[in-house]
């Protein structure tokens, strides 16, 4: 996905003990470019080692916490969904994110803000492969489609793709 680039140096007596360690990154260290959305975390998990190189696979990504409580508001309301999602390329994945509106929403305006939520996050997945679906997510473009939609029920103040997970076929 972000092609052949060096995510860091690890030491180690037998590189076979390298397998499934997992490796936690932000996307500004792995491109090396300051993006808008430094709050990401990518979780990547080394799969094959060859001589001197790990190559790893995206398993996860997850917002970084501080953030997420900094934009949690009194009087305000925080509408969650987590619902799992198959892409074009028939990986599966789960998808949790976050709502925050300015205001206090009925329990109505939330079921209608989760419910929207849950669709374009799967109408989204039904039609891009993954490495696609996984850029959107990252770059924001697939929060900014749903806070488009979802304003139009309630005013939303942001709206977040808290954290993906990759349901990866036990080894």
């Avoid at 090396?32 to 190559?55: M, P, Q, W």
């Avoid at 501080?66 to 969904?81: F, W």
């Amino acid at each position: 996905m972000f092609g052949d680039v060096k995510a860091g140096d690890t030491v180690t007596d037998d590189p076979s003990k390298l397998m499934g360690r997992r490796v936690e990154m932000t996307v500004d260290e792995l491109t090396g470019r300051l993006i808008k959305n430094s709050n990401l975390k990518l979780l990547l998990e080394i799969y094959d080692v060859d001589h001197t190189n790990a190559y790893t696979r995206f398993i996860g990504h997850k917002m970084d916490g501080d953030y997420l409580r900094s934009l949690a508001r009194k009087r305000s309301s925080k509408v969650d969904s987590n619902i799992g999602v198959v892409t074009k390329d028939g990986e599966i994945l789960r998808v949790k994110s976050s709502c925050f509106t300015l205001k206090k929403a009925s329990e109505a305006q939330i079921r209608q803000i989760r419910k929207l939520m849950e669709d374009v996050i799967r109408s989204r997945a039904v039609s891009l492969e993954l490495n696609n679906y996984l850029q959107e997510i990252i770059l924001g473009k697939l929060s900014s489609d749903i806070y488009k939609v979802t304003k139009k029920i309630y005013p939303v103040r942001r709206v977040e793709i808290t954290k993906t997970e990759r349901n990866l076929p036990p080894a």
